[in-house]
């Protein structure tokens, strides 16, 4: 038997909630963060040979770590480093949805995107290519309606799939000339020191480039 562990992600109102329930049914547990008063729930399935954890992340808009939900959401990808995070996305509201989706990608998680909400989206006309996504992401997309259950069996087949394989994706966003060679400058910084080891040294960077209170103390030592 082997286990994976997953994140669960995604903005509020996306369904992720239906979306925990589905796969862990009864199998949940539920408890508080350490240190905070936020609430931590998890749960366990089977699927295909497969034990699977599944931690559900506070719902979040972005990983800026300005609130304790972000704090949390944050810290449990980058230092408990899960198997993947799958990221429930509400397809009706993709622009903003997808933002998230972009952070952890540049952490280097594995990821799945769920694109739940699909039958609100076509009620609206939204016709999203889930293949052309899922190419230019570099990650797999797989259709859901979570308070239909429906796509839950194929999310749970993609994050087998995904288990068996090595992250070897490289997803970067250029951010223009200028900010790239700040990058670039702090990135060769950062990979001489021994945080390279816990962290994503470019993911290090460009959080120093936006002033990002919690990466400046870990970079200090203070963290």
Known sequence: MSEVTIALAGNPNTGKTTMFNNLTGARQHVGNWPGVTVEKKWGGLKHQG??????????????????PDEVIARRFVVEERPDMVV?????????????????FLELGAKLIIALNMTDVAASRNHRIDAEKLSQRLGVPVVRTVA?????????????VNLGQSVN???????????????????????QKS?????????????KLL???????RIVQGKG
């Open 210 to 216: 936006e002033e990002d209170d919690e990466v400046t």
């Open 168 to 190: 070897d994706a490289d997803f970067r966003i250029d951010y223009g000339k200028e900010i790239e060679r700040e990058i670039k400058n702090l990135q060769e910084i950062i």
């Open 50 to 67: 497969y034990d699977i954890n599944v931690v559900d992340l506070p719902g979040v808009y972005s990983l800026t770590a300005y609130s």
């Open 147 to 159: 308070n239909r259950n429906q796509g839950t069996k194929e999310l749970l087949d993609r994050i």
């Open 87 to 103: 990221d429930i996305v509400d397809a009706a509201n993709l622009e903003r949805n997808l933002y998230l989706a972009v952070q």
């Open 194 to 206: 021994l945080l390279s080891l816990n962290y994503s040294p470019r993911w290090l960077a460009i």
